[in-house]
């Protein structure tokens, strides 16, 4: 896979999540939120290699090949409480 950055997005307050690698991937699962999908960050297949997010990047990369997206079960540390840069996308109030 080409891509070198990659999306999360949350479904509201809860756990679930998906990754793409388009920001504006357009066959996104139906969200159970009201406010549908929400950007949570960007990231890297470096960045996340090794660390604690909830997916594998193998599996990821397969499912968004396949679908457009890869749905996860975010970990605890991912859906920690961001800061986001002022002026930027991220989290808000979620």
Known sequence: MA???F???RCGKTDSCVVTASK???RLPRSLSPKGWQFWMQVTRYQFEEGPS??????AI???RAKGY???TGSPKLLGK????AGRE???NV
């Open 70 to 72: 890869f749905l996860f």
């Open 24 to 26: 504006t991937e357009a």
């Open 62 to 64: 397969a499912g968004i």
């Open 54 to 59: 909830g997916f594998s990047f193998d599996a």
């Open 7 to 9: 999306y999360i997005y």
């Open 90 to 92: 991220g989290p808000s």
């Open 3 to 5: 891509a070198e950055r």
């Open 82 to 85: 961001l800061v986001p840069a």
